[in-house]
């Protein structure tokens, strides 16, 4: 998503359409440079709108917001607005219902929000990422300074806290100049509610006349933007702001030269570390991670830090991961399950001695020790294991930071990471783990989990390392299948199969089932002559696989083929579909 940040039009008598119109022109020119056609953008008018509250300017207005609007029908587009000291009219005597009626009128004829009542003050409008919550600073009808109704900000925030959010207001949070005192009033509450949430990732306002940037709170970026309207020294402006993974990932600022008649842009904020992840609600977390792995295609080094009262992440699991427990506990297993290749637990063991009762036995002596660690493989493993198993989930730490034994700290890390699938998996193991030493060692309350991944990837579909019931059939059952005419098995098999996205190249399963066609064809003269050419075909492209996954681990270099054994694999499924149909 793309964010075009335009405030402090100030139009009146003075406002020249045609030359707003030519500037608008030349904005377009630098957002179809900046902003690709399948792109959301979103434009916020951060106010004033107007000048010095003159309504009879808003017909102006609405000719230059829906010329704008019409210059970006090419993209999927949304505009929002909040009001700034001059879109109200502050005559004495007025209520505010009356000194605000311009502007709502203004909006509801343009906006995609609701209007600013005087019981209402702040509005939100939801996006697939960010929920925007929209702060009238002029609710007090007072121009000397901005202010904000708190009580109506924090139930707002409450409303859903699975968004990331973006604040809208038009006042600044601190002045520019040393004699403007209309900054938002209170800022010392407006801090405690940032530092108290995860989810709020940015501040955007107008009113400086000039760009601002800074960050409070816990990650909150404050964002200001010029003026639109000619002021003496300083230039007409607008920021695209680039939202990315649920953060600000860029904030392109321009600002127009009259003398060359065009916009300069310059980069005046760009995200470092989008490899770091940290706070306390662990569903936020997680789709943060989700979502960013995905936009990104791959992270490296991520590093992903959860902390909380263990009560709550055990709520969370359950709430969130429920149904990856079980798969985890078989993970957890000191042998490895019959329908998985390989698992954790089988590496995190000595003898008949467990890993976690090492790590129980280690702590419960010494609650500090750095020696409580869980190494799955060793140099000798690494050497020798070509294209076998080798576990990315490499090497736990388990300590306390204190002799009170309240606070468990957890460090796993992975040479490798799937974040949509196996990262539930891995976080429900963590809890198992951690579960199993809260059990013995009663005192835990809190929980510290560090999780660092070399590369983390995000696939729409892997399977996890689970075997598909396919591999684990034996020919002479798949040829008893085929005698007694039971297409629709052999069908649901090849359906599991392909629906598993196999992290593992395994077709001892394709193999059996082109050997058994096979068999049957010749005893009955080549009625199984189609199904044998196209499962024989499939057993040499997953030899092709094979070879390839050996010889590299870059998932696009294969995801070719990939795609090509799951579409001749969809064809096998039809053709067994129709001949269960004529049977």
């Known amino acids: ?19 707003e119109k030519n500037i608008i022109d030349k904005l377009f020119e630098e957002v179809k440079d900046n ?17 010095k509250g003159q309504l009879e300017f808003y017909p102006k207005s609405k000719e230059l917001i829906m010329y704008l609007v019409n210059k970006s029908k090419d993209y999927d587009t ?17 209520n505010y219902s009356k000194k605000i009626e311009g502007f709502n009128s203004f909006i509801k004829e343009l906006g995609q929000q609701e209007s600013y009542e005087k019981e209402k003050s702040i509005t939100s409008v939801n996006d697939d990422e960010i929920r925007f919550i929209l702060i009238n600073s002029m609710h007090h009808a007072n121009k000397d300074y901005g202010s904000i109704n708190y009580t109506e900000l924090e139930a707002e925030i409450k409303k859903d806290s699975s968004k990331k959010i973006i604040l809208v207001a038009h006042h600044t949070l601190t002045s520019r100049y040393e004699d403007d005192h209309s900054a938002i009033t209170n800022i010392y509450k407006l801090n405690k509610i940032l530092n108290s949430s995860d989810n709020i990732i940015a501040y955007i306002h ?22 639109w309207h000619q002021r003496e020294g300083v230039h007409r402006q607008f920021n695209i702001i680039h939202v990315k993974a649920g953060d600000i990932d860029n904030v392109l600022n321009f600002a127009y030269r009259n003398d060359r008649e065009v916009f300069d842009k310059s980069l005046v904020y760009e995200r470092l570390n989008f490899n770091i992840y940290s706070g306390n609600n662990l569903e936020s977390t997680y789709l943060t991670v989700v979502q960013s792995t ?9 590093n992903i830090n959860y902390k909380n009262e263990f009560e709550i992440f055990e709520k969370e699991v359950k709430k969130i991961f429920g149904d990856k427990i079980e798969t985890a506990r078989k993970w957890q297993e000191l042998e490895v399950p019959e329908d998985l290749y390989y698992n954790h637990g089988s590496y995190m063991k000595v003898g008949e001695t ?10 419960t002596k010494k609650a500090t020790s750095s020696r409580a660690i869980i190494p799955l493989i060793d140099l000798k493993t690494v050497i020798e294991s070509g294209d076998s198993f080798l576990p990315s989930f490499d090497f736990l730490q388990f300590g306390f930071n204190s002799e009170l034994k309240e606070e468990l700290h957890i460090s796993l890390y992975l040479r490798a990471l799937e974040v949509k699938h196996f990262l539930k998996i891995n976080i429900c193991e963590l809890y198992l783990m951690a579960k199993n030493i809260k059990d013995k060692i009663r005192s835990v309350k809190k929980i510290n989990m560090n999780i660092l ?3 983390a990837q995000h696939k729409e579909e892997y399977g996890c390392f689970k075997k598909s019931e396919l591999d684990m059939i034996t020919e002479a059952r798949l040829t008893k299948i085929l005698i007694n005419k039971n297409y629709l098995k052999i069908a649901e098999l090849l359906e599991e199969k392909l629906k598993l996205s196999e992290t593992v190249v395994e077709y001892d399963g394709i193999i059996a089932l082109c050997n058994a066609v096979e068999e049957e064809n010749n005893e009955s003269g080549n009625f199984y002559q189609e199904l044998f050419d196209r499962t024989k075909e499939l057993k040499e492209l997953y030899k092709v696989l094979k070879i390839q996954r050996e010889s590299t681990s870059e998932y696009m270099e294969i995801e070719k083929n990939e795609n090509f054994i799951k579409e001749k694999i969809s064809n096998i499924i039809k053709v067994l579909k129709k001949m269960e149909e004529e049977k």
């Not at 902003?35 to 000048?51: A, Q, R």
């Open 206 to 227: 107008g009113h400086t006349h000039g760009y601002s940037d800074m960050i409070i709170g816990k990650k909150c970026k404050i964002i200001g933007v010029g003026p």
């Open 453 to 455: 991944a070399f590369k």
């Open 1 to 19: 998503m793309k964010i075009i940040q335009i405030s402090d039009l100030h139009i009146d008598g003075n406002t020249t359409i045609e030359e």
């Open 294 to 302: 995905k936009e990104y295609n791959s992270i490296y080094n991520m």
């Open 78 to 94: 949304k505009i929002l607005f909040v009001p700034g000291n001059h879109d109200l009219i502050l005559e004495d005597g007025l």
């Open 354 to 363: 467990s890993g976690i009762d090492f790590v129980v036995d280690e702590l």
């Open 35 to 51: 902003v690709n056609s399948t792109e959301k953008l979103l434009f916020i008018i951060c106010g004033d709108i107007i000048n």
